[in-house]
């Protein structure tokens, strides 16, 4: 892991669940320093509006101290950061974290809610996804933005599992494909999707040793394991999803275009 980085803005708002924590080094003070000072805007969900939107942040709880040191880690503190709707300058947004010496810094509340910004994206997805599946993913959002990790990562372990699934079953009708991968049953999870290249988002394939740690059980990582696993196993099922919206679109447009040609009397 890069000692360097810190979460971003939109990372804390936006992906990290509650209760996530970020240590605080001399070697990543920078990056703390760049989120502390930063007074930009994140697209999210307004839950007044029932739209997306983009929410200015208007008050900085970090923003006021100078952490140009670690020495001030002999205290901890309560801050919050405030952002307001650009729709309805009534509509507010909160941001709460611990700062201490400790845990560094840790979220502890947020609205919108991870579920908040989260829910017209899974609408989206039901174009996709089962009635089972699309409950899942709605349970597991909920769960990582209460701070249940262990949980979340259950269901969207399911999830992700039953797409690779998919993905499996489509590779399958080429024998070719099942002559190379005889193994394929019985390989870890980061070899399945390097197996399922050809059928799988580039990235996802790319970076498939992020989604090694899935062929253990839950079991046997702690709360704050499955908090930090929640983002990159949702990241990659988005992956998965927006290439299938993307199929599901052009053969509509495919069928929607035979249907046009077919009714005309071409000569």
Known sequence: MD????????EWFLQLPLYTKYPLTDKNIKAFQSFASYYGSVDTYCPECGKDSIFTIESHG????DFTKIQWWDYFTYVDIITRCSRNNEHVGRYSFKLSKADGLMKVGQYPSLADADSVKIRKYRKVLSKEQLEGFTIAVRLASA??????VVYLR??????????????SKDENWIAAHTTYKTARVADKIKALKSY????????????????SGVHDMSEQQCNELFPVLK?????????????????ESIAELKKMLSSQSLK
């Open 200 to 215: 799988l988002p580039s990235y996802l394939v790319e970076h498939h040793a992020m989604y090694g740690v899935l062929s």
């Open 235 to 251: 990241v990659g099922i988005e992956f998965i999803l927006k290439q299938k919206i993307q199929k599901k679109e052009e053969q």
């Open 158 to 171: 399911r999830i992700f599992e039953s797409l690779i699934e998919e993905a499996h079953q489509e590779a």
């Open 3 to 10: 000692e360097t980085y810190f979460p971003t803005t939109e």
């Open 62 to 65: 970090l923003g006021r101290n």
């Open 147 to 152: 701070g249940v990790g262990a949980g979340a």
